[in-house]
């Protein structure tokens, strides 16, 4: 069987993917419309700073984010339009934001699957037109064409910011959650950056310091391994 004909067929780096997506197809920007996108910090950095605007004033006009009741995670979702449903940066011609779209966004018509690097299709033929399209990729140019290598990189970077034994689906102190949206929210983290008494207990200096202000990918970075060492003393004294 065309793994193309099952949604649930796992894919992997070599596996073959026929797809292509452009304004001619009738479900153009279709699956842009009443879907659950969660975003991560580095989807929110490249939003933002595509848009000019600070990233509280992004999660308040663009997302819905709150710490999960139980493991007390934090979720950020990119709010659809409350009338039509449409992603608010999708118009009929395309998307407005396209060289900084989500990293859902990046993969479709595939999603990951499971921890060991496979994928499977979140569509059907039925519904997506793109997959009746004469292009031939591997998924793993399709993913590389679609510049989802940083996206990668930067979650793996968040990943590691728990401890080793942490196990997804954990419970975590609210504290806790709330001291991992920093990663979310650059702007808090930013006023922490700045004071001396910051730099000095870590060692930042004005090198590091310079390109933290000059380079935002350098910032989240930063923030990781704050978040990181400061969730390292907690778990610590537990």
Wanted: hydrophobic letters at 40%.
């Amino acid at each position: 069987m065309n793994p193309a004909e099952n949604v649930q067929a796992a894919f992997r780096a070599d596996s073959p993917l026929r797809f292509a997506c452009h304004h001619e197809l009738p479900c153009f920007t279709q699956c842009c419309r009443d879907v659950n996108i969660y975003l991560t910090p580095y989807d929110i950095l490249r939003l933002r700073r595509a848009l000019k605007m600070g990233s509280g004033e992004f999660l308040a006009r663009y997302t819905r984010h709150y710490l999960a009741k139980v493991t007390h995670v934090p979720i950020v979702q990119l709010a659809m339009d409350p009338e039509t449903l449409r992603c608010p940066f999708v118009a009929d011609d395309g998307c407005r934001v396209y060289d900084d779209r989500p990293w859902a966004c990046r993969m479709f018509p595939l999603d990951l699957a499971k921890e060991d690097g496979t994928y499977r299709l979140l569509a059907d033929k039925k519904r997506c037109f793109g997959l009746h399209e004469g292009k031939q990729w591997t998924v793993g140019e399709w993913l590389e064409s679609q510049g989802v290598g940083p996206y990668e990189a930067m979650e793996r970077a968040f990943h590691q910011v728990m401890p080793p034994d942490f196990q997804p689906g954990q419970r975590m102190e609210a504290g806790l959650g709330k001291l991992l949206f920093l990663a979310y929210d650059l702007d808090r983290f930013d006023a922490i950056v700045q004071d001396p008494r910051f730099r000095a207990f870590y060692g930042i200096d004005d090198e590091r310091h310079e390109a933290v202000r000059e380079n935002e990918e350098e910032k989240l970075l930063l923030a990781f391994a704050y978040i990181r060492s400061q969730i390292a003393e907690l778990f610590s004294v537990l």
